[in-house]
């Protein structure tokens, strides 16, 4: 299992910015664009990136603490 893949990322709709949000709040606060098949894409590159930055410089990882949420039936 890759590092990245521990941590939660998603892509919404944004009514009131009217693009595409790709999010990872364990990491970073999140990324923009019109195509939500690019946003998750690039969304990837820069956990991947932040990841490579924790490690070359020593320091541990966050927790991963966002889990996606369970519909209740």
Do not use: N
Not at 23 to 43: E, F, M, N, Q, S
Not at 45 to 72: A, K, N, Y
């Amino acid at each position: 299992m890759k590092a990245s893949d521990q941590y939660h990322k998603w892509v919404e709709w944004s009514d009131e910015d009217q693009t595409y949000l790709g999010k990872c709040p364990d990491l970073i606060t999140g990324i923009h664009g019109d195509d939500p098949r690019h946003v998750y894409a690039d969304l990837c590159d820069v956990v991947e990136d932040v990841i490579r930055h924790f490690e070359s410089t020593g320091r541990p990882l966050p927790p991963s603490r966002v889990r996606p949420m369970q519909e209740v039936i």
